[in-house]
C-alpha cells in the first residue's frame, strides 16, 4: 500500500485516464507508470552500539538497491540521497560508509571487509524478493483482478523485474 501511495500521481495523458472506481484510481500511478519510487531504502546499522553509517535519504528508495553492486563491482561508490547524505566507498578490500558526508560534521564513519558487505546486500536482496513472493500470495487472494499487474508492478519497483 505505501509503494502505491508513493506513486500516486496525476496520471500523464500516455497513461490512460484514470479510473472511476477507489480501488482501480488508487492502482492507477502504480500499474501505469514507467519509473515507480519505493521510498526508503538500505539502514546500514551496529546492532551494538545502534549508531547509524547509511540512512536513506528522501530521495533514494528501494528501487536504488543495486546502488551498493556499484561500490562492490562498479565505479566503488555511491550514495544514498541528501539529509543525511550517506555514502558509501570502496577502499581496496574494504567499504567505508559515512553517515552524513556533507557539511562540517561529518557523520559517523565506518569501514568494513567488501565480503562482509556483500554478504549484508545479498541478504537484503533475499529479504525484498522473499517480501515480493509474500506479495504475490497476499494479492492473489485480496486483488485477484489486479494480482498479476500488482506482483509485476512491485517487482519493477523494487528492481526485481529482470532478475531471477
Known amino acids: 500500500m505505501r509503494i502505491a501511495a508513493c506513486n500516486d500521481f496525476e496520471p500523464e495523458e500516455e497513461h490512460g485516464p484514470c479510473p472511476t472506481d477507489p ?18 531504502g ?4 551496529d546492532n ?7 540512512d536513506p535519504g528522501c530521495c533514494n528508495g528501494l528501487e536504488t538497491w543495486r546502488d551498493w553492486l556499484e ?9 544514498f540521497g541528501h539529509d543525511p547524505f550517506s555514502v558509501a566507498e570502496r577502499l581496496g578490500d574494504g567499504v567505508r560508509l559515512t ?24 541478504g537484503a536482496e533475499q529479504d525484498v524478493r522473499h517480501f515480493l513472493g509474500l506479495v504475490g500470495t497476499w494479492a492473489e487472494r485480496q486483488l485477484p ?5 500488482v506482483t509485476a508492478a512491485l517487482a519493477r519497483a523494487l528492481d526485481l523485474a529482470s532478475t531471477p
Open 42 to 45: 538500505f539502514r546500514v546499522t
Open 71 to 79: 561500490v562492490l563491482d562498479g565505479t566503488g561508490y555511491s550514495s
Open 48 to 54: 551494538a552500539t545502534g549508531t547509524v553509517f547509511v
Open 23 to 40: 480501488l482501480g484510481s488508487f492502482l492507477h500511478g502504480l500499474l501505469t507508470m514507467p519509473d515507480l519510487f519505493a521510498a526508503g
Open 145 to 149: 483482478a489486479h494480482a498479476a499487474a
Open 99 to 122: 553517515f552524513d558526508a556533507h557539511g562540517t560534521d561529518v557523520g559517523p564513519v565506518i569501514e568494513l571487509p567488501t565480503d562482509q558487505v556483500r554478504r549484508l546486500v545479498t
